[in-house]
């Protein structure tokens, strides 16, 4: 299994941030490549600039602790999948980490750049400002034992 993380800060309060991250149909508002989105239950389908669909299970939304945890079920060759979008405080402005697991580990490669440019696209929505990513892997790591 591969797992990637990308974080970046954001001169926003974290309560500003969550209300994007948290609404699973504000997606195509800051993650690039991603055309429309419908929800329905936990259910979101996302329709990429490509004219492909993205089908995910949303399994996770806690106000408390700032999580947002999604899944891809299709239609994407993935034996495993998990996203996990954080928004932390940080001193006022706001921390995101968005990491995810990923099988099989050839997909982490497509997928660590679409996180980041999502990172970047989410800092500049809130901002009003330029891109940037503070820190991510620069390769995907390797779980060792998990399936």
């Known amino acids: 299994m591969a797992s990637l993380r990308c974080d970046t800060r954001i001169a926003r309060p974290p309560d500003e941030v969550w209300a994007l991250v948290s609404d699973p149909g504000r997606i195509v508002e800051w993650f690039?490549?991603?055309e429309t989105?419908?929800?329905?239950?936990?259910?979101?389908?996302?329709?990429?600039?490509?004219?492909?669909?993205?089908?995910?299970?949303?399994?996770?939304?806690d106000p408390r602790l700032r999580r947002f945890q999604y899944?891809?079920?299709?239609?994407?060759?993935?034996?495993?999948?998990l996203g996990t979008v954080d928004v932390l405080d940080d001193d006022g402005a706001t921390r995101v980490v968005y990491s995810t697991e990923i099988t099989p580990d050839p997909l982490a490669f497509v997928i660590d750049g679409a996180i980041a440019a999502a990172v970047g696209g989410l800092k500049t929505l809130s901002e009003g400002g330029p891109t940037a990513v503070t820190s991510r892997t620069a390769e995907p790591t390797r779980t060792e034992g998990a399936s």
């Open 37 to 61: 989105v419908v929800v329905e239950g936990s259910t979101r389908t996302i329709t990429l600039r490509s004219g492909l669909p993205l089908i995910e299970e949303v399994v996770n939304v």
């Open 71 to 81: 899944r891809i079920v299709g239609p994407l060759p993935v034996e495993h999948h």
């Open 32 to 34: 690039p490549g991603m």
